[in-house]
């Protein structure tokens, strides 16, 4: 049993490092004496003692994140629901207030009109590219303004810079949803905003694998986030890290090709007569097109939605002939194209009302565009429209 309970523990790595970073799949660490320990306890050294505080291949993914947003430090937690909620709990207190978006994401919504009422925090929901709105709401007790680059599933595009300055007038924190767009394509620290977040299951991972969210910015928010995070008991497991930070790798040369992806798309929906309307920031008719072209030199990446003349009949036939070449999934950002019906999937925890006043209707369809050649997409929704 001795032998057994001690063997294969440590194996010295050599002169050669793995050109990956290594998996450290522990929950906890050893110290050759007190000393040691208590200089990583009190931040002296580094190192990593109980997978809730952190591990290494958080740190890792942290790091990676923090530079490719050009932010001083990142903390990484189990979902990007639970670095959401650390990041609130951690920056606002009982009797606190929010100013947020209405166009976010259901779960976010969620969360700020149901959950946080119940701690004392509330919150006004403005539409984030009406800029009078926003400054309407504010008022000395905010302490965000939660935003996201690219609203789901309608793509609206706030105006970053323009919104950091009303934040910061009111002495609130700006921060934004980055999902859809990652560094890649934006850095709204640069433009203002004092925290960035992402889903890393979406486009940070970019294969429907890693599991997290993490959250950049300065190191003083970042710390009272993590500490946050740590008390919730959200930290990220290290494979999830280890995974996302695989993925991380080949992100700029994805989403150039989601980008040319979903831009080909768009142009093709918008001429098919079962199409009555396509939501994406590159088309002349979207009511953002010029704040997309001067935020997103680049694009915006792989998400676009459209409605469909005949609504959820219309939807139902259109899954059925797609897949499962292109399937019903109700996530996004995979390296393949999927959709996914708003009303009934990512926003189905709203009222009728909320979803009317979003323009989020039953003939919705939001199109996750992969990296595949968009002739091959363009001839699959082609098809799958014609008779529709």
């Not at 970073?21 to 003692?49: C, F, K, N």
């Not at 530079?67 to 009982?94: Q, R």
Request: charged share 20%; hydrophobic share 45%; net charge negative.
């Amino acid at each position: 049993m001795t032998r057994a309970a001690r063997a294969g523990t440590h194996s010295p790595p050599g002169a050669a490092l793995p050109l990956v970073p290594a998996l450290h799949q522990s929950t906890v660490h050893a110290y050759p004496d007190l000393a040691s320990l208590h200089r990583v306890l009190d931040d002296e050294e580094r190192g990593q003692v109980y997978y809730r505080f952190g591990h290494y291949n958080g740190q890792v993914l942290e790091e990676a994140v923090a530079c490719l947003e050009g932010a001083a430090a990142a903390v990484s937690a189990a979902s990007g629901m639970a670095a959401l909620t650390g990041t609130v709990l951690a920056l606002v207190e009982a009797g606190g207030h929010i100013v947020a978006d209405r166009n976010t994401y259901g779960g976010t919504h969620s969360l700020l009109a149901v959950d946080l009422p119940r701690l004392g925090i509330t919150t006004t929901f403005v539409d984030a590219a009406d800029l009078d709105d926003v400054e309407r709401a504010l008022t000395p007790r905010t302490g965000l303004l939660l935003v996201e680059a690219l609203t789901n599933p309608m793509m609206r595009v706030p105006d970053l810079p323009a919104l950091a300055a009303l934040a910061a007038a009111a002495g609130a924190k700006l921060v934004v949803d980055s999902t859809f767009t990652t560094p890649a394509l934006i850095r709204p620290l640069d433009h203002g905003a004092d925290l960035v977040w992402h889903s890393i299951p979406k486009y940070l991972g970019g294969h429907s694998a890693a599991m997290g969210g993490i959250v950049a910015g300065d190191d003083g928010l970042v710390a009272r986030i993590r500490q946050s995070v740590v008390h919730l008991g959200a930290t990220l497991g290290p494979f999830d890290a280890w995974m996302a930070l695989l993925g991380l790798k080949t992100l700029p040369l994805r989403m150039r090709a989601h980008t040319l992806g979903a831009t080909a798309v768009a142009r093709f929906l918008a001429t098919q007569p079962a199409v009555t309307r396509v939501h994406h920031p590159t088309r002349p008719d979207h009511p953002h097109a010029a704040v997309a072209a001067r935020l997103y030199p680049d694009g915006t990446g792989g998400m676009l939605s459209f409605e469909l003349a005949r609504g959820r009949p219309a939807v139902d036939e259109l899954i059925r002939r797609l897949g499962p070449a292109i399937p019903l999934s109700p996530s996004l950002a995979d390296v393949a194209t999927t959709l996914v019906h708003p009303a009934t999937t990512t926003h189905r925890s709203l009222r009728q009302d909320d979803l009317d006043a979003l323009g989020i209707t039953e003939g919705l369809v939001r199109l996750s565009v992969g990296i595949e050649e968009p002739v091959d997409l363009v001839a699959e929704l082609g098809a799958a429209l014609a008779d529709a």
